[in-house]
């Protein structure tokens, strides 16, 4: 666990220089653009800033009201939360001439085709670990992100990502003592690969950053097309 825990921590560097890069060309056009983040996520703002996206905060309350039976899939159904977000901060900030930028995102954690959210207290978290342990199971962030330059001029992306994450075995013992950390309660799947969650994770195929909250190289690769498009 501990030499997981060291890859993650070597990777991690190269992968923020190379984040960023992908928007270094457009850094001066970027400077110059109000960015609106719809999420009070720690971690999405600090994925933001290393990209190179400096933003704003503004997470209007949202009531999740989507059913999941209306959508063909999973990830079509976290793109439809992401955008719910995006719409319900584009209703609240009113005046489209604020920000240039807006972006909002939904993570759910998949385990045999179910969601599994954030756990509803200690038990729960303990359950859900003992769920995950020595098994893979999918992370999918659906990613809204929206681009105005008038009030007749603008444009709607979405996508979304996923990332496989295999869990070691985890023992009774080892998976109460992070739950009592205090660490899980809030996080889909009741673990947090970017602090102590990371020594519960055998492997990941995919962006680690899409299981941290958002996909930092294809959120590059769909904001350098908009930017093109759109601000340059």
Same mark, same amino acid.
């Given at each position: 666990?501990? &030499?997981?825990?060291?890859?993650?921590?070597?990777?991690h560097?190269?992968?923020?220089?190379?984040? +960023?890069?992908?928007?270094?060309s &457009?850094?001066k056009?970027?400077?110059?653009?109000?960015?609106?983040?719809?999420s009070?996520?720690?971690?999405?703002?600090?994925?933001?800033?290393?990209?190179?996206?400096?933003?704003?905060? !503004?997470?209007?309350?949202?009531?999740?009201?989507?059913?999941?039976?209306?959508?063909?899939?999973?990830?079509?159904?976290?793109?439809?939360?992401?955008?719910?977000?995006? #719409?319900?901060?584009?209703?609240?900030?009113g005046?489209? @001439?604020?920000?240039?930028?807006?972006?909002?995102?939904?993570?759910?954690?998949?385990?045999?085709?179910?969601?599994?959210? +954030?756990?509803?207290?200690?038990?729960?978290?303990?359950?859900?670990?003992?769920?995950?342990?020595? +098994?893979? @199971?999918?992370?999918?962030?659906?990613?809204?992100?929206?681009?105005?330059?008038? #009030?007749?001029?603008?444009?709607?992306?979405?996508? !979304?990502?996923?990332?496989?994450?295999?869990?070691? #075995?985890?023992?009774?013992?080892?998976?109460?003592?992070?739950?009592?950390?205090?660490e899980?309660?809030?996080?889909?799947?009741?673990?947090?690969?970017?602090g102590?969650?990371?020594?519960?994770?055998?492997?990941?195929?995919?962006?680690?950053?899409?299981?941290?909250?958002?996909?930092? !190289?294809?959120?590059?690769? @769909?904001?350098?097309?908009?930017?093109? +498009?759109? &601000?340059?």
């Amino acid at each position: 666990m501990c &030499l997981e825990s060291l890859t993650l921590l070597l990777v991690h560097p190269f992968a923020d220089f190379y984040a +960023k890069t992908m928007l270094l060309s &457009l850094a001066k056009t970027i400077a110059s653009k109000r960015i609106v983040l719809a999420s009070s996520s720690p971690r999405r703002k600090e994925i933001m800033e290393k990209i190179g996206l400096p933003c704003s905060i !503004h997470s209007p309350s949202v009531e999740e009201n989507l059913s999941i039976s209306a959508y063909s899939s999973i990830p079509s159904y976290v793109e439809a939360l992401a955008r719910l977000k995006a #719409e319900a901060a584009i209703l609240s900030l009113g005046c489209a @001439h604020t920000y240039d930028l807006l972006i909002a995102a939904d993570t759910v954690v998949v385990l045999n085709g179910q969601i599994i959210g +954030k756990p509803r207290d200690r038990q729960d978290a303990v359950e859900i670990l003992k769920r995950l342990s020595g +098994k893979s @199971h999918l992370v999918i962030t659906g990613v809204c992100i929206y681009c105005c330059t008038s #009030e007749r001029d603008s444009e709607m992306d979405i996508f !979304h990502e996923v990332t496989t994450v295999k869990m070691g #075995e985890m023992d009774t013992a080892v998976i109460e003592a992070y739950v009592d950390s205090g660490e899980p309660l809030d996080k889909a799947g009741a673990y947090g690969i970017q602090g102590q969650g990371c020594s519960l994770v055998e492997r990941i195929d995919g962006d680690y950053y899409n299981v941290v909250g958002l996909p930092a !190289h294809k959120m590059c690769v @769909h904001i350098r097309s908009l930017c093109e +498009k759109m &601000l340059v």
